[in-house]
């Protein structure tokens, strides 16, 4: 599992992930500007989009590989992590598992979509939301979801505004390693508030009993344009999300494993 070519496969989700919100920023950029995007502005309809280009058959099923490899990676760090504090170690631990699952469960919409499914990241969240409000114990596990995404947000925002990042990645020196902070820096901080968005809409879905609320990218991005100003947010929060794009693809080379 720690070999240099499965490492190599590990990194390559990164690109892919680092492609889906580069694309999904320019979907929100898109509609920012009054344009008719052709696919949904969120993970399945990026993915969509890319299998939609030329080649994007065999693009989609790289995708579907490097998504899968990083998930098992982070999987399997989760539980080499080691700490004297238990409490600290078993965090470190939920976290590095956390983020496995998410890999793993993007690699299987990129299979979805391989296969030819058409279903949106937002319409499968809703479908869950709708089974779950069946049942009062559903409706509790619903907002414990919702306050764990809307946790992940505030997360990744001070991720951020503290550049935690970097010790996830080899900062270059001079105006490259300026230029890689400053997109991490603005990527996490967007990707924080999406999350967190996210997270409220499952919080509100729960509430209210009513699992149409729920979504995912794009039902935050649809909340942020049905704002006053919403063009405004939404060319912030789609720039931010490419930038964070871009920050993923870099990461690739500068990932420190």
Not at 35 to 44: L, V
Not at 108 to 120: D, E, K, Y
Request: hydrophobic letters at 50%.
């Amino acid at each position: 599992m720690r070999t240099r070519t499965f490492r190599r496969l590990a990194r390559s989700g990164y690109a892919v992930n680092g492609l889906i919100h580069f694309l999904i920023g320019t979907i929100a950029l898109t509609v920012a500007f009054g344009g008719t995007p052709a696919a949904g502005a969120d993970q399945s309809g990026a993915l969509r989009e890319v299998a939609g280009s030329p080649g994007g058959g065999l693009l989609i099923w790289a995708a579907v590989v490097g998504l899968g490899a990083l998930g098992l990676w982070q999987v399997t760090q989760a539980g080499l992590i080691v700490d004297p504090n238990p409490l600290k170690k078993w965090g470190r631990r939920a976290s590095e598992a956390g983020k496995g699952i998410a890999y793993l469960a993007l690699g299987f919409t990129a299979m979805a979509v391989a296969l030819g499914g058409r279903t949106s990241s937002s319409e499968s969240i809703q479908a869950v939301s709708a089974w779950l409000l069946e049942s009062d114990l559903g409706v509790l596990l619903l907002i414990a979801i919702g306050l764990t995404v809307f946790g992940g947000g505030i997360g990744f925002i001070v991720i951020g505004l503290r550049r935690g990042f970097r010790k996830f990645i080899r900062v270059p020196g001079g105006r490259r390693g300026l230029f890689v902070l400053r997109l991490g820096r603005s990527g996490y901080i967007v990707k924080g508030l999406s999350l967190g968005i996210i997270g409220s809409l499952l919080v509100v879905a729960a509430l209210t009993s009513d699992a149409a609320q729920a979504g995912g990218l794009d039902g935050a991005l649809r909340t942020l344009g049905q704002l006053p100003h919403g063009a405004i947010y939404l060319t912030i929060v789609g720039l931010g999300l490419a930038q964070y794009g871009l920050f993923l693809m870099i990461r690739v080379r500068l990932a420190r494993f």
